[in-house]
């Protein structure tokens, strides 16, 4: 079924995000909630488009009514602190994910034994608009297939190791093949976790150790792969507004913040489909 049958089927406006992405927008009347979508049409969909953005559908209250929702597309990744991780600046924070900082390209679960497909997030509360906060999500593959031969010869060669004590509720070293295949679409894709960088507040941030190529290749290299993953022809920017559900290939996209104004309002809540 492709998107616009589909979203009729829902009594949804469908649209293309821009460079990538696709979003339902339900009637705020129509009282559809998490419970009402159709969960393997829309896993479909995310083979190509890799992110889905739906507006307009009741929002959940509880946490727990939201991880009863989220497990209908599958088996969630169980934390420490349970399946739900709410985003939100903490008072006196001990890890950069807790400020109103920038959050540098990642992908999640890079430190736990399986790596999740997907992230679904439901927006609690957003920032004003002007405020920042904004997450950005890179798509790999489409990066990677507009890459000039060298270029693709050199970053096949690069392993990254990553340590970074556990604080919050990931940690560990890691060394990870920076080029990879999609698990489940066979696509060429990228695995990085970025460096702190200017607007990050570096709290707890992981540490990189580039392998594959000779120290003095390693700077233009980081340079050139920043430059990449912060071109726009490969970025969606998401300015959240409360009540939005976002799904997104964990795989094939690297993610990451922008900076907000302290204390401003965004609170998210997240969890992460396995398989
Ligand atoms: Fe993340």
Not at 96 to 124: E, R
Not at 168 to 196: D, N, S
Not at 213 to 238: K, N
Request: net charge negative; aromatic share 10%; charged share 15%.
């Amino acid at each position: 079924m492709n998107a616009e049958s589909l979203a009729a089927q829902m009594g949804a406006e469908v649209s293309l995000l821009s460079p990538f992405g696709i979003q339902l927008e339900f009637s705020g009347s129509s009282g559809v909630t998490l419970a009402n979508i159709p969960t393997e049409e829309l896993k479909s969909l995310l083979a190509h488009h890799r992110l889905i953005l739906m507006r307009g559908l009741n929002p959940i209250t509880e946490q727990p009514e939201f991880a009863a929702q989220c497990r209908r597309w599958g088996e969630l990744l169980e934390w420490d602190f349970g399946a739900v991780f709410e985003v939100v600046e903490h008072a006196d924070p001990q890890n950069y994910l807790f400020t109103s900082g920038s959050v540098p390209y990642h992908w999640d679960g890079a430190f736990a034994a399986q790596v999740p497909w997907l992230q679904i997030f439901q927006c609690c509360e957003a920032p004003a608009t002007p405020a920042g906060g904004e997450t950005i999500f890179c798509n790999t593959p489409a990066l990677w297939n507009a890459l000039p031969h060298e270029t693709r010869v050199q970053w096949e060669t690069v392993e990254i190791a990553y340590t970074t004590e556990k604080v919050a509720h990931y940690g560990g070293a890691i060394r990870v093949p920076l080029v990879q295949t999609h698990p489940l679409t066979g696509e060429t894709m990228l695995r990085f976790a970025e460096p702190a960088n200017a607007t990050t507040v570096s709290l707890n941030t992981p540490q990189l150790e580039v392998h594959g190529i000779s120290p003095e290749q390693v700077p233009a290299f980081l340079a050139e792969l920043i430059h990449h993953i912060y071109d726009p022809q490969w970025v969606f920017s998401h300015a959240w507004q409360a009540g939005d559900y976002l799904i997104a290939d964990n795989h094939a996209l690297l993610h990451g913040r922008t900076r907000y104004d302290q204390q401003s309002p965004r609170r998210l809540w997240r969890a992460h489909v396995l398989t």
